[in-house]
Each structure stands twice: as structure tokens, then as C-alpha cells.
């Protein structure tokens, strides 16, 4: 009767563990906390993320070789380090940005940050799940985080639309990434991802078009949070409607947490399957990438259009996941840490300009920003510049290594593709520019700093130009994680 | 392997023809009872001591117009109660009563039981919705809700006896209890057992879904005839499921010195019967609200700490 | 060609389980859609029971879907309480099908009942019981286990989050 149950290796999953406590402690916590002081709630959320970070970053030295745990269903190396640490990361500015907002708009629920800790968890997990179950349980547990944070507001109609249509396409694309998992089950008899590729080499399954089928599921299932096409209709809704902080948030973590997994799931799992996968990539990079900056021209709302924007950037990080190279990979986690910057630095601007009863995130309401508020305009123009990817900001240097790793791999079409695609980001990222400095400013409420937000927005602005001018540091960490892969790249 | 067959076909036709007619009786025992209970004789007109009512009743239904109204949906209409007898009567099939006492055994009695159990809250729901009247809606919705939450910590309940048992077949468990029995053990989940047992039959003091006073009769409101006879049926059927139940999980089943096993099961079933038609002589009906709020504010940490406690314990043992 | 017994059994219930899973795309009464998706969960732990011999993921399927989701589903269905309007009822000869049907389940039965398919539903019994399936979660895949506790938790915090009153 008595069945003696091995002891996994849990060293490995400390940084997960105290995830898990810090975001149940802190739901404790937020019952003795009366309702005008929550953002003492967040302020613990922040320093505990920063201690889960010091943690993770402390496993740097160790994991030059990936380790597995859990009977080889949990992996750690370098690779899930970082992008962990870029998800820690993103979770501690979506905090300090959250503080002002929430008292804004009079949102003073502990439950916020808890589930924000917990979404961040189900990252953590979906970049070192080497089990496609375990996998697909990080991703529902983000989903499901994600859900309720972009529908927190729940009297503001925008919003709750917003978080249903979310929600109801977020379900379906589960169920067909579960469809996809099952099929790989199927046609090779395993979910691990080692054993899957394997299986596949050992019979000879690579034209096997069960797991045909099942590539195109699972780059369909991640594809909705990567917010690449034809996926991405979600997101300019949602980006406009949810509270801007986590508007931030799901701009940029979710899609680096969706980007890793794909990064794993097509490298180690699948990789035999390269020849069928890079035809699907090819066509996705090219569409998304166009679609998204097309489409970004025309809008007028800030929010709707850094959507868009998020979807572009999808597209050209694609490129990097097509190279299937060192530079490729060294790329997706570099750009992933600089995009991390310019995003939140941008929606982080976009909260600073809520004024009453405006939300702050059209482009009117940019106008003049550089008579009134010079210094908020050059931080702004920094963002812009990064996300345009024009030197020396960070954003230059991980685009110019996705496309270096793009050429390496020969798609020249594509790269030629992405630099027309450049030019024309460049025309809608400098209309904002335009209204800022060549408009003059209406007379308007004042606007709604807070110390969290100018501390987040300077962190942010100062890093896109450091790793701009020294990208060194860096990118040396960036090219340590495509060590994993080493086999599948050589 | 005809001869197994009819030996199968016969026990089935041995338990549920008994079934049928325990049932019916329980009808007349609680009438009876009730009325000693209140000063009153209970039914005294058919047979001597009115032995012959329940056959007296199931003939007046037997004969009865067979109404459908005009705005109910026909099909779920009739649906709804076989449906809800058929949930009620397969039960019967895993139940031992003795040792080799029953129709068929299977490895996961327990689960069986639940599962099935919980099917029949879908009947409840379609009767009340079929009937296209709002009191028999809302009885149905009361009725279904009351029956999912306290499905959650009657399951819960009997985690600590399986625990112990390290089974979930039920010949297994009682088999289990041949020293002990395990309500010694699992006091607490008796209780809660007990409890949880009367929330999903609807029975007093929680028959919130049939409070006359509030629904006129609930989700059976519109139905007369045969099929309201069904959801009786069904009702009282699922009142020996229960018992049996209790009996098996934590009375030791069929154990018992002297007398046949099945003798043992009968007594400590009936007793179970006087318990249930006791309690509704006694108790007043809940509030709603209270009602759930036992159900989820009390029951459900109480057996998680009860589940928590049997874990400790068997693991330091 | 061998017609091996496995094979009628599987196909006899993939065909109902195909059947029930069209009934829920095809049948505009929102009720009946729903009738016809709990006899799809239940033919379906029916196939595992008596095809994979995984009892305990039977049972556990209609106590999760056919008992608790199911009553979720119809409760939201009868709240919402639709009118004959807003759907359109298509001419379907139901009597007929629903009686074919259950003929068909009954002469299965008999013809398992008494023919010597009684031996072949058994073998893969015990071959994933309660017992093999614990072990399996709780040494190897312990890790999506304890996953799936913090999945829950979220979701129910999440569901408590959207449904409190203030902000």
C-alpha cells in the first residue's frame, strides 16, 4: 500500500515558491489594510518581486548548464533566467505605474497586485515548463490573471467589453492549443518536449501530418498572446479598453512569456519539424509585421495605436525566432529586455496624462506637451525613438540583432520586408512627436504624476539610453541564454 | 455463463421490486410516525392501521388525469422525472447488502454513487424549467444550487473514510470496519455526513426548494399523475441510497454478531429512516440564506480540516 | 478481415458520441443543446470505461462535467430563460431518431451482456485504476498537479475579484 513518493529537486523552483507565497501572504495582508492605504498592498507586491528578482539573479552563476527537476517536466537554464528577470521586471514598473492610477480610479482592491503576482508566476512557469501540460498550465494561469486585471474596472463599459472579448477568444484558442498538445500525445506518445523530439527522430515522424497539424495549433495557441496575425484583432480593444498600467503589462509580458515558450516548444520539441515551421513563420512575420504598422497609421488613439505597434514588434521579433540562430535567439531576449523599457515607458506616459474625466490617450491630448512639460516630452521622444529603433536607443540595438540574425539565415526578402515596414512605424511614431512639439498646448486639467510613476518612467527612459549607447553588458547576458539551444542552432 | 446471467437478472429484479415497495412503505412508516410524533394516528381508514394506504395512494395515482400545461417544453416535461427515478434506481445496483448480496460489484462504488447522484440534480433543474412556470423555476434553480454545494462537502466527507479504507470499493470498506467501525474514527465526518445527506434530499429542515409557504411545492408544482409519482419514488429511493450509505461507510456495514449480515444492514438502515422522519418532525425549515452559509462558511473548512486531521494522523500511526 | 471486438465497441460509441457532439452544434433549443452535450460527456465516460479500463476518469467526467458544468450551463440557460422567439426550432423527427437510438443502446447491451464480449471489456480494467493514476500524479506529474491547485485558486480569486460589489 505504501508508495514511497521521490522527493523532487525543489531548489530549482525557489524563485516559483516564493512567487506562490508572496501573492497568498499578500492577499492576507491586504484584509488588515483598511481601504484608503492599499497602496501600502503594492509597495509589499514591490518589494517582494524585487527579492523573487535578487533570487532568480542569483542563479545566473549556476545554470550554465540547463537543469531539469521534476522528472524533466521543469527545466531551468539561462534562457528562462532572463526572461524571467524581464517579466519580474516588467511586474515591478507595472506596479510603481499601477500606484497613482488605481487612486485615480478609485480602485483600491489588494486583489490587483495578487493577481498580478500570480499572472507572473504562470509566466515563470510557461518559460521553464518543459512538459507541454506544464506549459499549458502556466499559460492558463497567466491567461487567467490576465483576464480579470484587464476587466478590473468593472463599472467602465470599454473595459468590461473589453475583457470579455479577451476572455472569450483567450478560451478558444485554449481549447485548440490543448488540441494541439493531444495530437502531439498522440502522434508520439509523450508531451515532454525531449521526448517528443526523440520520438519524432526515431521514427521518422517529421512529415507526420498529425504533428503538422499540431505546429500550426500551437503556434495558433501562442500566437494569441503574442498577438500575431491573424490573432491580433484582440488587441486593440483590449489595449483601449483595460486599465492602462495593465494594458502596459500585457503589451509586453505576456507576449515575451508566449514568445519563450514558442521559442521551446518549436527549438526542442519540434525542431525536426523546421522546414514545414519556417514556411508558417515566414508568411506570419511578413503578414503581422505589415498588417500591424498599416494599420497603426491610422488610428488616433495612442492606446489603439501602440496595439498596433505591439503587434509590428511581434513581427520582427519573429524574425529572430525564423533565423534559428545564436544571434537569433541572442536577439528575442535582448529586444524582449529593450522593448520591456519602451513600452511600459510609453503607456507609462500615457497614465501620466490622465487628466479628470480624460483618459490621456489621444493624441490631442499630446498636444504641446513639449511647451508645457519639456522634460516629459524628451522622455517621450526617447520612447518613440526606441520603438521606431533609431540609434542610440536600445531599441536599435535588438532590432539591428534580429536583423543581423535574419540575414545570417538568409531571409533577405524578409529582412528588406521589415526595414520598408521601419519607415513606415517611423511616419506614425512621429506624429506623436509632432503634436508634442510643433502644437500648442489647449488649456487642460492638470495632469496626474505620482512618484511611482516619474521613479518608473525615469528607470525606464535611462535604461532604453544606457543599453542604447552600452548595449555590452547586456547582450553578452542576451547571448549566454541561446546556450540551450546549443544542439538545435549549430 | 446464461446461468450468471440470470442470477444477475434475477438480484436485479430482487432488489429493485423490494426497493419499490420499501419505498412505498416508507411513505406510510413516515405518516405514521409523524402522526404518533404530533398526537395524531396517521392513517387508520385502508387495511388494518391503514396497512393498505401506500397501495391505496399508488393506485390514485396510478389512475389520475396526466396533465401537461399549456406553456411547459413536453418533451423535457416527461424527460425530466425518468430521468430523475432512473439516477435514483440505478444506485441501487452497487449497494452490497451483505457480502455477496448485490448486483454488481465495482472498484469505484464510491465514485459511481456520486456521479450519478449528481446527474439527478440535472432532472430537478429540467422539471422546474420544463414546467414553464416561475414556481417551479425557481424550486428547480434553489433545488439545483442547494444540491451542488452540498454535493462538494457530502464528497468531502468521505474522503476520511476512504482514506482509512484505502478503497473506494464499498465491499472493500466495509470490510475494512470488521474491528472498528468508522464513525469511531471519523465522528466528525458522520456528522457533516449526516448533515450534507439532508441538504441533497431536500429534506426538512432544508427542503427550501419545496417550502410550500414560498414555492407552493417547487419544482414539482406542475406535475400530477405518474410523473409526480416518479419524482416521489425517486425522492424516497434516494433516502435509501442514503442510509445505505451511511451504513456502509460508517457503521460497518453488513458487520454485525448473531444475526445475518443483511438482517445487520436492514436494522441500521432503518434506523436511518427514524433519524430522517425524526428530524422532520422536529426541526423548522432554514432561511436560504443560512442555509448556504452553513454549507459553505462551516461544512466545507470543517471537512477540510477533518480531511487535514485523518492525514496527520494515519501518517504519524 | 477480422472484425475484432474492440473495434464495434469503439465505433458503436464514437458514432453516438459524434452524433450527440452534432446535436449540440445543430439543435437551435438552447435546452436541448445542452441534453445533448450531457449525452455526449456521459458516452464519452462510457468510452472510457469500457474501452481504456480507466474507470476513475470516468466517473471523475460526469461528476465534473455531466454533474457540476452541466448544472452551471443549464442554470445560466434557464436564467436567462429565452423565449420560443429567439431561437428557431428546425423539423427533425426526433421520436424516430431517439427511439432508433435507444433500440441500438439496448441490442448493444444484450449483444454484450450475452456474447462472449463479456471477457474482452475486462482486460483493460486495472491497467489505469485510481491506483496507477495517483501514482502517476504524484511522482511524475506532480508539478503540473500542484499547478493546476494554484490555477484553480486563481480563478476562483478572480471570479471573487469581478464579483464584489466595490472597487
Known amino acids: ?291 500591424g504598422n498599416v494599420t497603426a497609421l491610422m488610428q488616433q488613439n495612442v492606446k489603439r495605436m501602440l496595439a498596433y505597434s505591439s503587434v509590428a514588434h511581434a513581427g520582427y521579433i519573429l524574425l529572430g525566432v525564423l533565423a534559428a540562430n545564436q544571434v537569433g535567439v541572442q536577439g528575442i531576449a535582448f529586444y524582449f529586455f529593450a522593448y520591456a523599457f519602451m513600452n511600459m515607458g510609453a503607456f507609462g506616459l500615457v497614465i501620466y496624462l490622465r487628466r479628470e474625466n480624460i483618459v490621456g490617450d489621444d493624441i490631442d491630448d499630446f498636444k504641446g506637451l513639449a511647451q508645457t512639460h519639456p522634460l516629459l516630452a524628451v522622455i517621450m521622444v526617447v520612447f518613440l525613438l526606441s520603438l521606431a529603433g533609431i540609434p542610440p536607443t536600445a531599441g536599435f540595438v535588438g532590432k539591428f540583432l534580429l536583423f543581423a540574425a535574419a540575414i545570417k539565415a538568409g531571409f533577405y526578402w524578409l529582412v528588406a520586408l521589415a526595414a520598408l515596414n521601419s519607415v513606415v512605424a517611423l511616419f506614425y511614431y512621429f506624429r506623436i512627436a509632432k503634436a508634442m512639439y510643433m502644437q500648442s498646448p489647449e488649456p487642460l486639467p492638470q495632469l496626474s504624476p505620482g512618484r511611482g510613476l516619474v521613479l518608473a518612467l525615469v528607470v525606464v527612459g535611462v535604461f532604453t539610453l544606457f543599453f542604447g549607447i552600452y548595449p555590452q553588458p547586456l547582450m553578452s547576458l542576451a547571448k549566454d541564454t541561446a546556450h540551450t539551444f546549443m544542439m538545435f542552432l549549430s | 455463463m446464461t446461468q450468471e446471467l440470470v442470477l444477475v437478472v434475477i438480484k436485479m429484479i430482487v432488489v429493485f421490486a423490494v426497493a419499490l415497495l420499501v419505498v412505498a412503505y416508507l411513505t406510510y412508516f413516515e405518516r405514521k410516525i409523524i402522526g404518533h410524533m404530533q398526537l395524531r394516528l396517521g392513517p387508520m381508514r385502508v387495511g388494518p392501521h391503514g396497512l393498505l394506504q401506500p397501495i391505496a395512494d399508488g393506485l390514485k395515482l396510478f389512475v389520475k388525469e396526466d396533465i401537461v400545461p399549456h406553456d411547459s417544453d413536453r418533451w423535457t416535461f416527461y424527460f425530466a422525472p425518468i430521468l430523475n427515478l432512473v439516477c435514483a434506481l440505478v444506485l441501487l445496483a452497487v449497494i452490497p447488502f451483505s457480502y455477496n448480496f448485490m448486483v454488481t460489484r465495482l472498484n469505484i462504488g464510491v465514485l459511481y ?180 452559509r452553513i454549507g459553505w462558511k462551516i461544512m466545507l473548512p470543517v471537512t477540510l480540516a477533518n480531511i487535514l486531521v485523518t492525514g496527520i494522523v494515519m501518517m504519524l500511526v | 478481415m477480422m472484425i475484432n471486438a474492440w473495434d464495434v465497441v469503439f465505433f458503436f460509441l464514437a458514432g453516438l458520441i459524434l452524433l450527440s457532439a452534432l446535436g449540440v452544434v445543430f439543435i437551435r433549443h438552447p435546452v436541448y443543446s445542452a441534453l445533448s452535450l450531457l449525452a455526449n460527456l456521459c458516452v464519452t465516460a462510457i468510452l472510457y470505461l469500457s474501452l481504456m479500463g480507466a474507470p476513475f476518469i470516468a466517473m471523475v467526467q460526469i461528476i465534473v462535467y455531466a454533474g457540476a458544468i452541466m448544472v452551471f450551463f443549464l442554470f445560466v440557460i434557464m436564467l436567462m430563460n429565452l423565449s420560443k422567439g429567439e431561437y428557431q426550432e428546425r423539423a427533425v423527427p426526433w421520436r424516430l431518431l431517439l427511439g432508433l437510438g435507444a433500440a441500438a443502446l439496448f441490442a448493444f447491451q444484450i449483444f454484450i451482456l450475452a456474447g462472449e464480449w463479456r471477457g474482452v471489456l475486462s482486460p483493460g480494467a486495472g491497467g489505469f485504476g485510481v491506483k496507477a493514476l495517483s501514482h502517476f500524479i504524484f511522482t511524475r506529474y506532480i508539478l503540473a498537479f500542484e499547478l493546476v491547485s494554484v490555477l484553480i485558486f486563481v480563478a476562483a480569486l478572480g471570479a471573487v475579484a469581478l464579483a464584489k460589489k466595490k472597487l
Open chain 1, 1 to 291: 500500500m505504501n508508495v514511497t513518493v521521490p522527493m523532487p529537486n525543489l531548489s530549482l523552483v525557489v524563485p516559483e515558491i516564493l512567487m506562490v507565497i508572496l501573492a497568498c501572504g499578500l492577499l492576507l495582508v491586504d484584509l488588515f489594510i483598511p481601504k484608503d492605504r492599499k497602496r501600502v498592498v503594492g509597495y509589499i507586491a514591490l518589494a517582494g518581486v524585487v527579492v523573487v528578482g535578487v533570487v532568480t539573479a542569483a542563479f545566473w552563476g549556476k545554470m550554465a548548464q540547463p537543469a531539469t527537476t521534476f522528472s524533466g517536466t521543469f527545466v531551468l537554464d539561462r534562457f528562462a533566467l532572463f526572461f524571467k528577470e524581464v517579466f519580474l521586471f516588467t511586474t515591478g514598473i507595472t506596479i510603481l505605474i499601477s500606484l497613482k492610477y488605481l487612486e485615480i480610479e478609485k480602485v483600491s482592491l489588494g486583489e490587483y497586485y495578487a493577481l498580478m503576482l500570480f499572472c507572473t508566476l504562470g509566466m515563470m512557469i510557461m518559460v521553464s515548463g518543459a512538459d507541454l501540460i506544464v506549459i499549458y498550465l502556466g499559460i492558463e494561469t497567466m491567461a487567467l490573471s490576465v483576464y480579470v486585471l484587464a476587466g478590473f474596472m468593472k463599472f467602465d463599459h470599454k473595459c468590461t467589453e473589453a475583457a470579455l472579448k479577451y476572455f472569450l477568444l483567450g478560451v478558444f484558442i485554449s481549447g485548440i492549443l490543448l488540441y494541439g498538445i493531444t495530437l502531439i500525445y498522440a502522434a508520439t506518445g509523450s508531451t515532454q518536449l525531449a521526448q517528443v523530439a526523440a520520438v519524432i527522430k526515431e521514427k521518422g515522424l517529421a512529415k507526420n501530418p498529425l504533428l503538422v497539424l499540431a505546429m500550426f495549433m500551437l503556434a495558433a495557441g501562442l500566437g494569441l498572446e503574442i498577438a500575431m496575425a491573424p490573432f491580433h484583432f484582440w488587441a486593440p480593444d483590449v489595449y483601449e479598453g483595460a486599465p492602462t498600467p495593465i494594458t502596459a503589462f500585457i503589451s509586453v509580458a505576456p507576449k515575451a512569456a508566449a514568445f519563450a515558450a514558442l521559442v521551446r516548444i518549436f527549438y526542442h520539441g519540434i525542431q525536426l519539424l523546421e522546414p514545414q515551421w519556417q514556411i508558417l513563420l515566414w508568411i506570419i512575420c511578413a503578414v503581422t509585421m505589415t498588417i
Open chain 2, 113 to 292: 454513487i456520486l456521479s450519478l447522484a449528481s446527474v439527478g440534480t440535472i432532472a430537478l433543474l429540467l422539471a422546474g424549467w420544463s414546467s414553464g412556470s416561475k414556481y417551479p423555476i425557481l424550486g428547480g434553480l434553489r433545488s439545483a444550487a442547494q444540491i451542488f454545494s452540498y454535493e462538494i462537502f457530502l464528497g468531502f466527507s468521505i474522503m476520511g473514510v476512504l482514506m482509512i479504507s484505502g478503497s473506494l470499493d464499498l465491499v472493500k470498506i466495509v470490510e475494512a470496519q470488521s474491528k472498528v467501525w468508522n464513525i469511531v474514527y471519523q465522528p466528525v465526518a458522520f456528522v457533516v455526513y449526516i448533515i450534507a445527506a439532508l441538504g441533497e434530499l431536500n429534506r426538512t429542515p432544508f427542503d427550501l426548494p419545496e417550502a410550500e409557504t414560498e414555492l407552493v411545492a417547487g419544482f414539482h408544482t406542475e406535475y400530477s399523475g405518474f410523473k409526480f409519482a416518479y419524482f416521489f419514488l425517486a425522492e424516497y429511493a434516494n433516502m435509501i441510497i442514503v442510509s445505505c450509505m451511511a451504513v456502509i461507510l460508517f457503521l460497518g456495514g453488513w458487520k454485525g454478531p448473531v444475526l445475518p449480515g443483511i438482517v445487520w444492514f436492514l436494522i441500521k438502515m432503518c434506523a436511518f429512516f427514524y433519524f430522517f422522519i425524526w428530524v422532520r418532525a422536529t426541526f423548522p425549515r432554514y432561511r436560504y440564506d443560512q442555509f448556504m
